[in-house]
């Protein structure tokens, strides 16, 4: 089982907190400090952009967050559970019951049809959409017997989105969703996120190197060097259609 966190009071809607969350990699005699003494704290429903060149600890952050990594030292709380003190098998099981990924690159597999690629979490998940269900929420109803191949890059990411959704995860962890797309591609993989966010309240976080994209978040994390340099608020969010670059 996860840890209960030894101080009290966990602030009503925070999903996640990092304390003084630091990775150090060493390969050989090389060593590279990914994150640095990073805090960071995540709502219960809100939408969070991390922004940041190539190198600056934003995959290194989410994959912490995901319990795909652990932090060499500092805390991470779920829901006021302490993730840095759980076994691999918790580690497992957290990812399995509360976490969606989707990543760059689809990792579809094309002997399966989308509907079978969906059922592949479905079959390990605790309470499962059925996976018609969760193709229809990203607009792909009519493409549920179609293999990858049949299917463009935007349709094959949207089978990712809902492959990822449909365990019902408490929060979806987006590393670059849209960098192997075009822009209007890409603005559709964005407005199918934006709608699993406000319809299903899963918190979401994606990471992109695309600064226009920080305008559809509650919140734009920049990184740099391992380190946050700046948290700003959008007092008014943009839809993914009134977004260009």
């Avoid at 390969?27 to 590279?32: A, C, P, R």
């Avoid at 219960?44 to 030292?73: A, M, R, W, Y």
């Avoid at 990924?101 to 990792?107: I, L, P, R």
């Avoid at 549920?144 to 959704?165: C, D, K, M, T």
Wanted: glycine share 8%.
């Amino acid at each position: 089982m996860l840890q209960p966190r030894e101080t009290t009071g966990v602030a009503a809607g925070c999903l996640f907190q990092m304390i003084g969350v630091t990775k150090t990699y060493v390969m050989g005699e090389v060593t590279v400090r990914a994150l640095r003494s990073v805090d960071l704290t995540l709502a219960e429903g809100e939408f969070v952009v991390l922004l940041g060149p190539s190198g600056s600890g934003k995959s290194t952050l989410l994959n912490i967050l995901g319990g795909l990594d652990v932090p060499t030292s500092g805390r991470v709380l779920f829901r006021g559970e302490d993730l840095t003190a759980a076994s691999d098998r918790t580690l497992t099981r957290f990812r399995r019951r509360h976490v969606g990924f989707v990543f760059q690159f689809y990792n579809l597999i094309p002997s399966l049809t989308a509907r079978e690629n969906v059922a592949l979490v479905t079959d390990i998940a605790a309470q499962p959409m059925h996976p018609r269900e969760a193709l229809e929420r990203v607009h792909l109803g009519d493409r549920v017997n179609h293999f990858p191949a049949q299917l463009s890059g935007g349709e094959q990411q949207r089978v990712a989105i809902a492959r990822a959704i449909a365990k019902r995860p408490q929060v979806l962890l987006c590393d670059e969703p849209t960098g192997a797309l075009d822009f209007q591609t890409g603005r559709q993989v964005l407005e199918t996120l934006a709608e699993v966010n406000r319809e299903l309240g899963t918190t979401t976080a994606v990471i992109t190197h695309n600064a226009a994209i920080a305008g559809m978040a509650d919140r734009v994390i920049t990184m740099r060097s391992g380190e946050i340099t700046a948290v700003e608020h959008n007092p008014q969010k943009l839809s993914p259609a009134a977004l260009a670059w």
